[in-house]
């Protein structure tokens, strides 16, 4: 009988151990193992993502996953890392924004609730409590900040995973990508919402297929896409608070039938669906998906989303990006041709060498391989229903320029009677200090902080050094040009004009679900006349003695 029993429990674990070296994709490894809270408890199933299973049975080096905000992604990213630990004794680097609080929320909120609720994932690992280190046999999960390098140089992974990469340090990704350079099998799977063009998981899509989810239509048979709010949904009421809004519904684009979000388990089950790639001759691959597709998300919910969007550029900002997992920049958000154009012709002139001492003169630089500097001229209009001297004041760019160390700055100080100069603070602080001495009382160091209150933060009492807002600056500065209040010369370069378009003002929301602005740079992008234009609308205020301070210790 003893015998029986050992003979019974040695067969059914060589047959588990079959099964389990069987399972070569991520998609069954998730069907057997894993277990899911709310809003769909129990086993895993693609039933309510279907377009999950693809992604999870993904190879390519590269994958992407630009999408809208809760379509599955993350789980899919924790799938295939469980798996890779699991089954291929692969060890994983997990890759988040920053180290705390990111790293720690997404151990207690995804991972700890994963081995809680899957039997088998609770006996694999077997060391848990450290929040950035989970070990499971000769494998382990690394979790990780991008703002880190030192984190990012210090593991060899085979599976990289960069969950929300439009908010990460995006010039530590490549440092990242080097701990797969020395394994065999590899694979980087990015995701995240965009942001704008060309910046954070938009610039990793386009370098892959581009796919989207199609799916055949209930009403025509044909296969279409839930791709454009436009034509594929439609709003039946003006206003959000209207009790109509809720009949709002999606139809197809092709036949115009109406497709019911109560049946979309029927008419986006994987047997009818397929990703279709825009660039299907592209080696790596990416999946791009909206929440018109979720199972959660009612077609009045994206009607609220689109209405309240005509009102607020925030809300315009949430409905492309978090809704509509598309890039976007709103009207206004930059300094774009038209707005330089319109600049050149109310000023009309050229750019000097020098200027006599009868204008009021400020001068911004910034600082990298070049030293680039503006310098503009000031006039008043004391007609301006205003006390804040910046909206009263109109610019006259006189010079724009680049050179390559400090000492030549100090030329241009006494060509052009500078009143006041703000110089970037960073990254060579000495040398900037140096200047900022030789010309004691007319020039400043600048640091862009973060919680400024007031405009300027005198920060220490031997350095002429001053701390300011960097996105509410910007928004004086480049709102400046987008509202012809700057004339600009007609030999204006290249390479001013291209920098001052560089940065694009997007909006996201914080922890508690208020909306914040900041400017981002477009990638490859350089900014340095923008921040010396920023400099220079700084320098103006300090120079006709209207600067504030208090003591400030956040800086970035």
Not at 520 to 529: G, L, Q, S, T, Y
């Amino acid at each position: 009988m003893l015998n029986h029993k050992l003979q019974k429990v040695l067969t059914q674990r060589v047959a588990a151990g079959l099964k389990r070296r069987s399972i070569s994709k991520n998609s069954d490894w998730a069907l057997q193992y894993r277990v899911m809270g709310q809003p769909f408890p129990g086993k895993w199933t693609f039933k309510w993502h279907p377009w999950l299973r693809d992604m999870h049975d993904c190879t390519t080096e590269l994958m992407t996953g630009m999408k809208a905000a809760q379509m599955g992604y993350t789980e899919t990213a924790l799938n295939k890392a469980l798996k890779a630990i699991d089954i291929d004794g692969q060890s994983v680097m997990y890759i988040l924004p920053a180290s705390k609080p990111d790293a720690s929320d997404f151990s207690s909120s995804r991972f700890d609730p994963a081995l809680e609720m899957s039997p088998h994932l609770a006996k694999l690992f077997t060391s848990v409590k450290n929040v950035q280190h989970k070990r499971a046999g000769n494998a382990n999960l690394y979790l990780r900040g991008s703002k880190s390098r030192s984190q990012l140089k210090s593991v060899p992974a085979g599976l990289m995973i960069f969950d929300e990469v439009d908010e990460m340090s995006q010039k530590n990704i490549p440092l990242a990508f080097e701990r797969m350079s020395g394994q065999k099998v590899k694979q980087a799977f990015m995701l995240s919402t965009p942001t704008i063009d060309g910046i954070g998981i938009s610039k990793w899509h386009q370098q892959t297929t581009d796919e989207q989810y199609s799916f055949k239509c209930p009403r025509c048979n044909r296969m279409i896409m839930l791709d454009d709010h436009e034509k594929n949904l439609v709003i039946t009421a003006d206003d959000i608070l209207d009790p109509e809004i809720e009949n709002s519904y999606y139809v197809c684009a092709e036949c115009g039938g109406i497709l019911n979000h109560e049946e979309k388990v029927k008419w986006l089950a994987y047997e009818n669906s397929e990703w279709v790639a825009a660039f299907p001759e592209r080696v790596n691959r990416g999946f791009n998906i909206n929440q018109m597709y979720s199972m959660t998300v009612k077609p009045s919910d994206m009607a609220k989303a689109v209405i309240k969007a005509e009102f607020s550029p925030e809300e315009e900002q949430e409905l492309y990006n978090s809704k509509l997992g598309k890039t976007h920049a709103v009207k206004g958000a930059r300094v774009d041709d038209e707005h330089i154009e319109a600049c050149t012709l109310i000023g009309g002139h050229t750019k000097i060498e020098q200027s006599p001492n009868t204008y009021f003169t400020t001068m911004g630089v910034d600082i990298g391989k070049w030293i680039h500097f503006e310098i503009d001229q000031w006039f008043f209009d004391d007609s301006m229903l205003t006390f804040d001297i910046n909206l009263m004041a109109k610019s006259k760019l006189v010079m724009e320029n680049k050179v390559r160390d400090f000492e030549e700055l100090d030329r241009y100080m006494n060509l052009f009677n500078i009143n006041y100069c703000v110089v970037d603070a960073e990254p060579e602080t000495r040398k900037a200090t140096e200047f900022a001495n030789r010309f004691y009382g007319r020039v400043s160091i600048c640091y862009y902080a973060r919680g400024v209150q007031k405009k300027f933060i005198n920060e220490h009492t031997d350095t002429p050094a001053i701390s300011v807002d960097r996105t509410s600056w910007l928004d004086a500065s480049l709102g400046r040009i987008i509202g012809t209040r700057c004339m600009l010369p007609k030999d204006l370069s290249m390479e001013y004009k291209t920098h001052i378009k560089s940065l694009v003002r997007i909006y996201k929301k914080d922890a508690d679900g208020n909306p914040v602005g900041s400017y981002v740079k477009e990638a490859n992008a350089a900014d340095h006349f923008a921040h010396a234009h920023n400099y220079a609308e700084i320098a103006l205020p300090l120079g006709l003695g209207l600067a504030q301070s208090k003591n400030i210790e956040d800086r970035v």
